[in-house]
């Protein structure tokens, strides 16, 4: 009956004159965007209308071309007015692609509502799109098989899966038509180049399907869940809790072994948080009974939610305290991230541009005349080898930990400064990040004594001498 009625619909769209205009939405009526599912022609013609009507907020971009020569079109938006977020810190990265597999058209059209919702959001003053444009960049590639698309084939013109074509365990898993080799094609290729040169420290990343309702996490090629799995049943648990019943599972149970995906080329090479996205597969060649805003509201408003939280999906570790005594540094540290981090550790940079890591006495004292040097550290990225004892410790998400680190005879003083080191996930592949210490919660004990941070003992002067100027003043006025 459904697809009777889809036959029907489109007979009747056929009718509607869709010449294009200058404008969002390409000024065509409400049937025709909200039933007729997205051509490569269409696509076109909406994402430029919207880089015209709106560049303080859209950056349209071509990543790539298709085998047969379709340009990729990626959208790239923020507030652009503001390099930054509003406290100096850099913007979280939330990347989102859709259209891997041509015939998968619900999955491009939740791509599409994406871009549309913070694009027509902020048009309309919503305050929620202003905040998350404020300190977040999406970049969303709609379409990536526009070849797929137009001849309504799951493969692209090569009959090649897009998605078994990444370079992540490729063409290890039973699958079919992979491709003669991990990224052979032109679409897979620009994806992952822009993955690894534009968005490599991306706090996000979604990829749109149809199929079955659901939403995977790595693993594909593995039943057992991922490391940073904490992160990853937060997300079920809350979204369960407040938004939909959709199903999130590690994708290897949840559907099937699948292996080259983009998901676990963008978790286990790139060191994001991914999902596939899996949209229902009621969909029948080029349009929809229902609109499409009505049947995809309540996936869009899971994509709202992912993004709007975007900052909580990594660790985040703060310094509550840090003691210096005796060559000892007594360091507590909270975590207001749900993720976990395995490998902190502390670094210390001297007045003299010097950099002092922790580590054990074979480190520290192997030439033998107690001499620290650069080459007596840890060891490793950013002289760092956090398998060493003393070096390195972990951090629970949403949790707190209090550790010891040994920095013998380095010469700190309040003229230096502490810096924390983490990766911002678990997983290997996960972006280091290089967080200075604020100085007000560090303590210098000599002695037996405390010697407060140079800020706090400067406002002690400053509260001395305003104390003596007060009393000098109260004399006077007697």
Known sequence: MRRWAVIVLATLMLTVPVAPAASA???????????WY?????????????????????????????ELGRNLWMLQISDWSQETKPDGGAKEVVYIDGGHHGNEHLGTELAFLVAEYYIEGWADGEQEVIDVLATTELHILIMLNADGNDQDTRWNINQV????????YWNTCPTTQPGSSAFSESETLANSIYMNEVVPHADLYITMHTGVWIMLYPWGK???????WELFHFIRDDVHAN??????????????????????????????????????????LLGTVEALSDRLEEELDVMRYLIQNVWYWRARLVVDSLEVEDGKVHLSVSNLGHASTSNATLAYLDEDGKWWNPGGIEEVFLDHVGIYSEVHTCGGEWGLNLSIPGCGFGVNAT?????????????ISSKGQFYLMYQKRVIDSSIWV??????????????GSSLLPAPSMLLVFVA???AAINGRNSRFEH
């Open 464 to 466: 001395f001498a305003l």
């Open 399 to 411: 949790n707190s930990t209090v550790t010891t680190l040994e920095f013998r005879d380095a010469p």
């Open 222 to 228: 593995w039943p057992e869940q991922p490391s940073d």
């Open 38 to 66: 997205h051509s490569y022609a269409t696509l076109t013609l909406d994402v430029n209308a919207w880089a015209d009507d709106y560049p303080e907020i859209v950056n349209l971009l071509v990543v790539g071309q298709t």
């Open 434 to 447: 290089n967080e200075s210490v604020n100085q007000s919660v560090v303590e210098m004990k000599v002695g």
């Open 25 to 35: 939405q390409i000024g065509q009526p409400d049937i025709i965007q909200e039933h």
């Open 243 to 284: 938004i939909s019943d959709i199903p999130i599972r590690n994708a290897n149970q949840g559907l099937y072994p699948n292996c080259g995906t983009s998901r676990d080329y963008g978790y286990g090479v790139m060191g994001y948080p991914t999902f596939t996205f899996e949209t229902d597969d009621e969909q029948f």
């Open 161 to 168: 899966d897009l998605n078994r074509n990444y370079d992540h």
